[in-house]
Nanobody, 122 residues
Framework: QVQLVESGGGLVQAGGSLRLSCAAS????????MGWFRQAPGKEREFVAA????????LYGDSVQDRFTISRHNAKSTLYLQMNSLKPGDTASYYC???????????????WGQGTQVTVSS
């Protein structure tokens, strides 16, 4: 079991920045690839970014490429998502998730946090 807790969400104006964190506990964090997903009301959960266990491989969704940066600190068992140039369309609940292998598909991820809300005003 891996327990994941997101933090860092909030309300920000368009063009602003936020940094999300995801603290992991339980089984060894460094054994897992990690991902960020988001879900807006009435929409399906959407892939945002993912990172391999050692950080060598990162993946981004098309809508966040060049604006968001995923990173991890294995010694602190923490995952991060730096979000810059935020747009109203980025408004959603953001979830971190853990998987055996890196990927962009929701079903690959075995463990999920409870989510943190990000709201971007125009």
């Amino acid at each position: 079991q891996v327990q994941l807790v997101e933090s860092g969400g909030g309300l920000v104006q368009a063009g602003g920045s936020l940094r999300l964190s995801c603290a992991a506990s339980g089984r060894t964090f460094r054994h897992y690839a990690m991902g960020w997903f988001r879900q807006a009301p009435g929409k399906e959960r959407e892939f945002v970014a993912a990172i391999s266990w050692n950080g060598d491989t990162v993946l981004y969704g098309d809508s966040v490429q060049d604006r968001f940066t995923i990173s991890r600190h294995n010694a602190k068992s923490t995952l991060y998502l730096q979000m810059n140039s935020l747009k109203p369309g980025d408004t959603a609940s953001y979830y971190c998730a853990a998987a055996t292998n890196i990927g962009v598909v929701v079903r690959l991820y075995d463990y999920w946090g409870q989510g943190t809300q990000v709201t971007v005003s125009s």
